[in-house]
Protein backbone atom coordinates (compact mmCIF):
# COMPACT_ATOMS: atom_id res chain seq x y z
CA UNK A 1 0.00 0.00 0.00
CA UNK A 2 1.39 3.59 -0.96
CA UNK A 3 -0.11 6.88 -0.61
CA UNK A 4 -2.72 8.53 -2.78
CA UNK A 5 -1.99 8.93 -6.38
CA UNK A 6 -2.94 12.77 -7.65
CA UNK A 7 -1.15 11.87 -11.07
CA UNK A 8 -4.81 10.73 -13.16
CA UNK A 9 -5.68 10.84 -16.68
CA UNK A 10 -7.65 14.05 -18.39
CA UNK A 11 -10.80 13.17 -19.64
CA UNK A 12 -10.08 13.85 -22.81
CA UNK A 13 -7.26 11.20 -23.19
CA UNK A 14 -9.48 8.73 -22.36
CA UNK A 15 -10.66 7.79 -25.44
CA UNK A 16 -11.36 3.34 -25.18
CA UNK A 17 -13.09 4.22 -22.14
CA UNK A 18 -14.80 7.68 -22.27
CA UNK A 19 -18.11 6.29 -23.13
CA UNK A 20 -18.27 3.54 -20.99
CA UNK A 21 -17.26 5.75 -18.23
CA UNK A 22 -19.42 8.66 -18.37
CA UNK A 23 -22.85 6.42 -19.14
CA UNK A 24 -21.57 4.76 -15.60
CA UNK A 25 -20.34 7.48 -13.47
CA UNK A 26 -23.02 10.25 -14.30
CA UNK A 27 -27.09 10.32 -13.84
CA UNK A 28 -29.00 11.63 -16.57
CA UNK A 29 -29.96 14.38 -13.90
CA UNK A 30 -26.35 15.51 -13.41
CA UNK A 31 -25.98 15.35 -17.61
CA UNK A 32 -28.81 17.63 -18.00
CA UNK A 33 -27.46 19.80 -15.14
CA UNK A 34 -23.82 20.01 -16.91
CA UNK A 35 -25.64 20.62 -20.47
CA UNK A 36 -27.53 23.70 -19.03
CA UNK A 37 -24.03 25.14 -17.35
CA UNK A 38 -22.12 25.33 -20.64
CA UNK A 39 -25.65 26.10 -22.60
CA UNK A 40 -26.61 23.29 -24.67
CA UNK A 41 -29.33 23.79 -26.86
CA UNK A 42 -29.91 20.47 -29.10
CA UNK A 43 -31.78 17.09 -28.13
CA UNK A 44 -32.82 16.20 -24.60
CA UNK A 45 -33.16 12.53 -24.99
CA UNK A 46 -31.28 10.66 -23.02
CA UNK A 47 -28.75 9.75 -25.96
CA UNK A 48 -28.52 12.83 -27.51
CA UNK A 49 -27.25 14.11 -24.05
CA UNK A 50 -24.91 11.24 -24.00
CA UNK A 51 -23.05 12.02 -27.01
CA UNK A 52 -23.39 15.26 -26.90
CA UNK A 53 -21.62 15.15 -23.62
CA UNK A 54 -18.75 12.67 -24.76
CA UNK A 55 -17.57 14.62 -27.73
CA UNK A 56 -17.19 17.62 -25.21
CA UNK A 57 -15.34 16.16 -23.39
CA UNK A 58 -13.30 15.11 -26.50
CA UNK A 59 -13.21 18.21 -27.98
CA UNK A 60 -13.89 20.51 -25.36
CA UNK A 61 -11.52 21.14 -22.39
CA UNK A 62 -13.15 23.09 -20.29
CA UNK A 63 -16.19 21.03 -20.59
CA UNK A 64 -13.71 17.89 -19.74
CA UNK A 65 -12.23 19.94 -16.82
CA UNK A 66 -15.99 20.79 -15.63
CA UNK A 67 -16.89 16.92 -15.48
CA UNK A 68 -13.86 15.43 -14.08
CA UNK A 69 -13.89 17.77 -10.85
CA UNK A 70 -17.42 17.19 -10.68
CA UNK A 71 -16.81 13.36 -10.53
CA UNK A 72 -14.01 13.61 -7.74
CA UNK A 73 -16.03 15.81 -5.58
CA UNK A 74 -18.72 12.80 -6.01
CA UNK A 75 -16.83 9.87 -5.61
CA UNK A 76 -13.58 11.34 -3.27
CA UNK A 77 -14.02 8.57 -0.86
CA UNK A 78 -14.02 5.73 -3.28
CA UNK A 79 -10.89 7.17 -4.94
CA UNK A 80 -9.15 7.66 -1.72
CA UNK A 81 -9.75 4.45 -0.94
CA UNK A 82 -8.72 3.50 -3.92
CA UNK A 83 -5.59 5.08 -4.44
CA UNK A 84 -4.40 3.12 -1.57
CA UNK A 85 -4.00 0.21 -3.39
CA UNK A 86 -0.78 -0.31 -6.02
CA UNK A 87 -0.63 -3.35 -8.99
CA UNK A 88 -2.32 -6.36 -8.48
CA UNK A 89 -3.77 -4.84 -5.23
CA UNK A 90 -6.24 -2.76 -7.35
CA UNK A 91 -7.63 -5.72 -9.00
CA UNK A 92 -8.75 -7.01 -5.67
CA UNK A 93 -10.12 -3.56 -4.62
CA UNK A 94 -12.13 -3.39 -8.04
CA UNK A 95 -13.31 -7.24 -6.71
CA UNK A 96 -14.08 -5.94 -3.02
CA UNK A 97 -15.83 -2.88 -4.79
CA UNK A 98 -18.58 -5.23 -6.99
CA UNK A 99 -19.47 -6.90 -3.39
CA UNK A 100 -20.35 -3.51 -2.08
CA UNK A 101 -22.18 -2.22 -5.19
CA UNK A 102 -19.54 0.54 -5.34
CA UNK A 103 -18.83 -0.06 -9.43
CA UNK A 104 -19.01 3.59 -10.78
CA UNK A 105 -16.74 5.35 -8.09
CA UNK A 106 -14.26 2.02 -8.25
CA UNK A 107 -14.14 2.17 -11.82
CA UNK A 108 -13.64 6.12 -12.46
CA UNK A 109 -10.95 5.65 -10.10
CA UNK A 110 -8.88 2.50 -11.35
CA UNK A 111 -9.45 4.29 -15.18
CA UNK A 112 -8.80 7.54 -14.83
CA UNK A 113 -5.42 5.96 -12.77
CA UNK A 114 -1.66 6.66 -15.01
CA UNK A 115 -0.19 3.87 -13.40
CA UNK A 116 -2.66 1.40 -13.20
CA UNK A 117 -1.73 -1.79 -15.21
CA UNK A 118 -3.34 -2.81 -18.66
CA UNK A 119 -4.60 -5.92 -17.47
CA UNK A 120 -6.73 -4.59 -14.63
CA UNK A 121 -7.87 -2.08 -16.84
CA UNK A 122 -9.12 -5.01 -19.21
CA UNK A 123 -10.34 -7.31 -17.06
CA UNK A 124 -12.23 -4.01 -15.23
CA UNK A 125 -13.39 -3.35 -18.64
CA UNK A 126 -14.95 -6.54 -19.54
CA UNK A 127 -16.94 -6.35 -16.30
CA UNK A 128 -18.09 -3.20 -16.97
CA UNK A 129 -19.05 -4.02 -20.87
CA UNK A 130 -20.41 -7.29 -19.71
CA UNK A 131 -22.22 -5.81 -16.55
CA UNK A 132 -23.78 -3.21 -19.58
CA UNK A 133 -24.90 -6.74 -21.49
CA UNK A 134 -26.21 -8.20 -18.82
CA UNK A 135 -28.49 -4.92 -17.42
CA UNK A 136 -29.82 -4.46 -21.19
CA UNK A 137 -31.25 -8.19 -20.75
CA UNK A 138 -32.34 -7.58 -17.08
CA UNK A 139 -34.00 -4.42 -18.49
CA UNK A 140 -35.84 -5.86 -21.35
CA UNK A 141 -36.77 -8.69 -19.10
CA UNK A 142 -37.65 -6.21 -16.27
CA UNK A 143 -39.78 -4.39 -18.73
CA UNK A 144 -41.26 -7.58 -20.19
CA UNK A 145 -42.06 -8.02 -16.50
CA UNK A 146 -43.60 -4.52 -15.68
CA UNK A 147 -46.32 -4.65 -19.20
CA UNK A 148 -47.04 -8.45 -16.70
CA UNK A 149 -47.31 -6.58 -13.48
CA UNK A 150 -49.20 -3.66 -15.54
CA UNK A 151 -51.62 -5.91 -17.07
CA UNK A 152 -51.72 -7.86 -13.83
CA UNK A 153 -52.27 -4.20 -11.63
CA UNK A 154 -54.82 -3.55 -14.05
CA UNK A 155 -56.49 -6.71 -13.52
CA UNK A 156 -56.15 -5.63 -10.04
CA UNK A 157 -57.91 -2.54 -10.16
CA UNK A 158 -61.04 -4.23 -11.40
CA UNK A 159 -60.99 -6.36 -9.06
CA UNK A 160 -60.70 -4.23 -6.42
CA UNK A 161 -63.59 -1.97 -8.35
CA UNK A 162 -65.78 -4.85 -8.06
CA UNK A 163 -65.02 -5.90 -4.18
CA UNK A 164 -65.41 -2.46 -3.68
CA UNK A 165 -68.94 -2.44 -4.86
CA UNK A 166 -70.11 -5.70 -3.64
CA UNK A 167 -68.81 -4.11 0.14
CA UNK A 168 -70.35 -1.39 -0.16
CA UNK A 169 -73.74 -3.46 -1.04
CA UNK A 170 -73.03 -5.35 1.76
CA UNK A 171 -72.86 -2.57 4.10
CA UNK A 172 -76.15 -1.36 2.58
CA UNK A 173 -77.76 -4.76 3.18
CA UNK A 174 -76.15 -5.17 6.29
CA UNK A 175 -77.92 -1.51 7.45
CA UNK A 176 -80.78 -3.01 5.86
CA UNK A 177 -80.36 -6.12 8.41
CA UNK A 178 -79.84 -4.05 11.05
CA UNK A 179 -83.07 -1.37 10.74
CA UNK A 180 -85.07 -4.77 9.98
CA UNK A 181 -83.50 -6.45 13.66
CA UNK A 182 -84.76 -3.23 15.22
CA UNK A 183 -87.97 -3.34 14.10
CA UNK A 184 -87.88 -6.89 15.17
CA UNK A 185 -86.95 -6.35 18.55
CA UNK A 186 -89.58 -3.60 18.74
CA UNK A 187 -92.44 -6.14 17.47
CA UNK A 188 -90.56 -8.82 19.89
CA UNK A 189 -91.12 -6.19 23.06
CA UNK A 190 -94.42 -5.39 22.41
CA UNK A 191 -95.67 -9.13 22.30
CA UNK A 192 -93.66 -9.47 25.24
CA UNK A 193 -95.57 -6.75 27.00
CA UNK A 194 -98.89 -8.61 24.96
CA UNK A 195 -97.92 -11.90 27.01
CA UNK A 196 -97.33 -10.96 30.15
CA UNK A 197 -101.07 -9.07 30.13
CA UNK A 198 -102.28 -12.20 28.83
CA UNK A 199 -100.82 -14.13 31.51
CA UNK A 200 -102.04 -11.60 33.67
CA UNK A 201 -105.55 -12.43 32.33
CA UNK A 202 -104.87 -16.18 32.45
CA UNK A 203 -104.77 -15.94 36.15
CA UNK A 204 -107.87 -13.67 36.69
CA UNK A 205 -109.69 -16.40 34.49
CA UNK A 206 -107.95 -19.30 36.74
CA UNK A 207 -109.08 -17.80 40.19
CA UNK A 208 -112.74 -17.98 38.30
CA UNK A 209 -113.37 -14.46 39.28
CA UNK A 210 -113.97 -13.25 35.74
CA UNK A 211 -115.79 -16.07 34.26
CA UNK A 212 -118.36 -15.70 37.75
CA UNK A 213 -118.69 -12.21 36.51
CA UNK A 214 -119.17 -13.21 32.74
CA UNK A 215 -122.07 -15.85 34.01
CA UNK A 216 -123.96 -13.45 36.27
CA UNK A 217 -123.88 -10.91 33.46
CA UNK A 218 -125.09 -13.71 31.08
CA UNK A 219 -128.02 -14.48 33.55
CA UNK A 220 -129.13 -11.09 33.97
CA UNK A 221 -128.74 -10.29 29.63
CA UNK A 222 -130.45 -13.09 29.46
CA UNK A 223 -133.69 -12.59 32.26
CA UNK A 224 -134.10 -9.16 30.59
CA UNK A 225 -134.01 -10.58 27.01
CA UNK A 226 -137.28 -12.64 28.18
CA UNK A 227 -138.37 -10.31 29.60
CA UNK A 228 -138.50 -7.83 26.93
CA UNK A 229 -139.13 -10.43 24.38
CA UNK A 230 -142.53 -11.18 26.48
CA UNK A 231 -143.34 -7.26 26.60
CA UNK A 232 -143.03 -7.23 22.64
CA UNK A 233 -145.43 -9.75 22.17
CA UNK A 234 -147.82 -7.72 24.55
CA UNK A 235 -147.37 -4.78 22.80
CA UNK A 236 -147.98 -6.32 19.47
CA UNK A 237 -151.06 -8.22 20.37
CA UNK A 238 -152.49 -5.10 21.79
CA UNK A 239 -151.40 -3.19 18.57
CA UNK A 240 -153.55 -5.79 16.63
CA UNK A 241 -156.39 -5.65 18.60
CA UNK A 242 -156.66 -1.82 18.38
CA UNK A 243 -156.30 -2.31 14.62
CA UNK A 244 -159.30 -4.75 14.32
CA UNK A 245 -161.49 -2.86 16.61
CA UNK A 246 -160.98 0.42 14.40
CA UNK A 247 -162.35 -1.75 11.54
CA UNK A 248 -165.68 0.15 10.67
CA UNK A 249 -168.58 -2.10 11.38
CA UNK A 250 -167.01 -4.84 13.18
CA UNK A 251 -169.28 -5.76 16.35
CA UNK A 252 -167.22 -5.80 19.46
CA UNK A 253 -167.54 -9.10 21.57
CA UNK A 254 -166.21 -10.40 24.17
CA UNK A 255 -163.42 -13.57 24.24
CA UNK A 256 -165.19 -16.89 23.85
CA UNK A 257 -163.78 -19.48 25.68
CA UNK A 258 -165.29 -22.43 23.56
CA UNK A 259 -164.73 -22.53 20.25
CA UNK A 260 -166.88 -20.82 17.92
CA UNK A 261 -169.90 -22.43 16.39
CA UNK A 262 -171.51 -20.72 12.99
CA UNK A 263 -174.98 -21.87 14.03
CA UNK A 264 -175.83 -19.18 17.14
CA UNK A 265 -173.52 -18.45 19.54
CA UNK A 266 -172.59 -15.28 18.35
CA UNK A 267 -176.41 -14.23 18.72
CA UNK A 268 -176.46 -15.14 22.28
CA UNK A 269 -173.48 -12.75 23.03
CA UNK A 270 -174.17 -10.13 20.46
CA UNK A 271 -174.99 -6.57 22.28
CA UNK A 272 -177.61 -6.13 19.73
CA UNK A 273 -181.52 -5.92 20.68
CA UNK A 274 -183.04 -9.52 20.85
CA UNK A 275 -184.17 -11.01 17.74
CA UNK A 276 -181.48 -8.77 15.77
CA UNK A 277 -178.96 -11.31 14.35
CA UNK A 278 -175.32 -9.95 14.53
CA UNK A 279 -173.52 -9.77 11.00
CA UNK A 280 -170.16 -9.47 12.50
CA UNK A 281 -168.51 -7.76 9.56
CA UNK A 282 -171.36 -5.91 8.45
CA UNK A 283 -171.06 -6.38 4.60
CA UNK A 284 -167.26 -5.27 4.60
CA UNK A 285 -164.64 -6.60 1.76
CA UNK A 286 -162.68 -9.71 3.40
CA UNK A 287 -159.95 -10.36 0.49
CA UNK A 288 -158.81 -13.99 0.13
CA UNK A 289 -155.23 -14.38 -1.62
CA UNK A 290 -154.31 -17.30 -2.92
CA UNK A 291 -155.65 -20.84 -1.42
CA UNK A 292 -156.89 -24.13 -3.35
CA UNK A 293 -159.12 -23.20 -6.02
CA UNK A 294 -161.91 -25.80 -5.01
CA UNK A 295 -162.23 -24.81 -1.39
CA UNK A 296 -163.57 -21.04 -3.01
CA UNK A 297 -167.26 -21.87 -2.59
CA UNK A 298 -166.93 -23.00 1.32
CA UNK A 299 -164.33 -19.67 1.92
CA UNK A 300 -167.24 -17.79 0.65
CA UNK A 301 -169.82 -19.55 2.43
CA UNK A 302 -168.47 -18.91 5.89
CA UNK A 303 -167.22 -15.66 4.80
CA UNK A 304 -170.62 -14.24 3.29
CA UNK A 305 -173.10 -16.59 5.71
CA UNK A 306 -171.71 -16.82 9.02
CA UNK A 307 -169.66 -13.77 9.50
CA UNK A 308 -171.73 -11.22 7.00
CA UNK A 309 -168.89 -10.24 5.28
CA UNK A 310 -168.18 -9.47 1.13
CA UNK A 311 -165.80 -12.42 0.40
CA UNK A 312 -163.05 -11.02 -2.20
CA UNK A 313 -161.04 -13.64 -3.94
CA UNK A 314 -157.36 -13.46 -6.00
CA UNK A 315 -155.55 -16.89 -7.03
CA UNK A 316 -152.44 -15.81 -5.90
CA UNK A 317 -151.02 -15.89 -9.74
CA UNK A 318 -149.17 -12.46 -10.50
CA UNK A 319 -147.37 -13.64 -13.82
CA UNK A 320 -150.14 -11.26 -15.90
CA UNK A 321 -149.20 -8.34 -13.54
CA UNK A 322 -150.27 -7.03 -10.37
CA UNK A 323 -152.89 -4.82 -11.01
CA UNK A 324 -155.98 -6.62 -10.21
CA UNK A 325 -154.36 -7.44 -6.81
CA UNK A 326 -153.49 -3.93 -6.14
CA UNK A 327 -157.16 -2.69 -7.39
CA UNK A 328 -158.39 -5.76 -5.08
CA UNK A 329 -156.21 -4.72 -1.89
CA UNK A 330 -157.61 -1.06 -2.21
CA UNK A 331 -161.13 -2.40 -1.75
CA UNK A 332 -160.71 -4.72 0.73
CA UNK A 333 -160.86 -4.03 4.59
CA UNK A 334 -158.98 -7.16 5.35
CA UNK A 335 -156.72 -9.10 3.49
CA UNK A 336 -155.90 -12.73 4.39
CA UNK A 337 -152.92 -14.86 2.43
CA UNK A 338 -152.74 -18.51 3.38
CA UNK A 339 -148.69 -18.55 3.02
CA UNK A 340 -148.91 -22.33 2.21
CA UNK A 341 -151.08 -21.80 -1.07
CA UNK A 342 -149.69 -18.44 -2.66
CA UNK A 343 -146.83 -16.92 -4.64
CA UNK A 344 -144.30 -14.92 -3.16
CA UNK A 345 -144.48 -12.11 -5.77
CA UNK A 346 -148.48 -11.83 -4.72
CA UNK A 347 -147.44 -12.06 -0.71
CA UNK A 348 -145.35 -9.44 -1.06
CA UNK A 349 -147.67 -7.13 -3.08
CA UNK A 350 -150.02 -7.49 -0.39
CA UNK A 351 -148.27 -7.37 1.90
CA UNK A 352 -147.11 -3.83 0.74
CA UNK A 353 -149.97 -2.28 0.06
CA UNK A 354 -151.26 -3.72 3.27
CA UNK A 355 -149.03 -1.52 4.93
CA UNK A 356 -149.31 1.56 2.35
CA UNK A 357 -152.99 1.38 2.96
CA UNK A 358 -152.72 0.63 6.63
CA UNK A 359 -154.93 -2.06 5.96
CA UNK A 360 -154.53 -5.43 8.54
CA UNK A 361 -152.82 -8.33 6.40
CA UNK A 362 -153.74 -11.71 8.15
CA UNK A 363 -151.55 -14.86 7.23
CA UNK A 364 -152.54 -18.10 7.67
CA UNK A 365 -150.20 -21.03 7.73
CA UNK A 366 -152.65 -23.62 6.69
CA UNK A 367 -155.79 -23.56 3.90
CA UNK A 368 -158.23 -25.45 5.63
CA UNK A 369 -162.21 -24.23 5.93
CA UNK A 370 -161.49 -24.86 9.95
CA UNK A 371 -157.89 -22.22 9.83
CA UNK A 372 -160.03 -19.54 7.98
CA UNK A 373 -162.62 -19.78 10.64
CA UNK A 374 -160.46 -19.61 13.46
CA UNK A 375 -158.88 -16.36 11.29
CA UNK A 376 -161.93 -14.49 11.01
CA UNK A 377 -163.03 -15.27 14.89
CA UNK A 378 -159.50 -13.71 15.84
CA UNK A 379 -160.37 -10.54 13.78
CA UNK A 380 -164.17 -10.67 15.22
CA UNK A 381 -163.03 -10.74 18.52
CA UNK A 382 -159.46 -9.61 18.54
CA UNK A 383 -158.56 -10.49 21.78
CA UNK A 384 -158.14 -14.24 21.42
CA UNK A 385 -154.59 -15.75 21.08
CA UNK A 386 -153.27 -14.43 17.90
CA UNK A 387 -149.76 -14.30 17.36
CA UNK A 388 -148.13 -11.33 15.87
CA UNK A 389 -149.50 -8.96 13.55
CA UNK A 390 -149.22 -9.91 10.61
CA UNK A 391 -148.92 -13.94 10.93
CA UNK A 392 -151.97 -15.52 12.92
CA UNK A 393 -151.56 -19.09 13.71
CA UNK A 394 -155.21 -20.60 12.51
Known amino acids: MTGLKSNRHNLGEIDRFLCPLVGTCLTLKETQKIARHFKYVGGTSAYILHIWIIEACRKLPPVAKY ?30 ALKEGQIAGAFYAITTREDTPKNVLNEVFGDIHMMSHLQGAEARAELKEYGQLRQTNELLQDRVKRLTGQVEAVKIEREEYKRRLTHKEAELADLGRKLAHLEQELVSLNTGQEIHQLRAANRELTARLSQEKRTRE ?161
Open 234 to 394: KLEMRLMQETVRQLPGICPAPVLDAPYEASGSPEQTCPLASGEKCRRFCNKLILLVGGPERRESHYRRLVEQDFGGIFLRHDGDCRNGQARLVNLVKQAEVVICPISCTSHQAYHCAKKWCKKLNKPCVLMLNTGVGALTRTLMELAHPAGSCEGVEICEA
Open 67 to 96: VQKFLDRKYRLTITRIDACEGLELNLAWQE
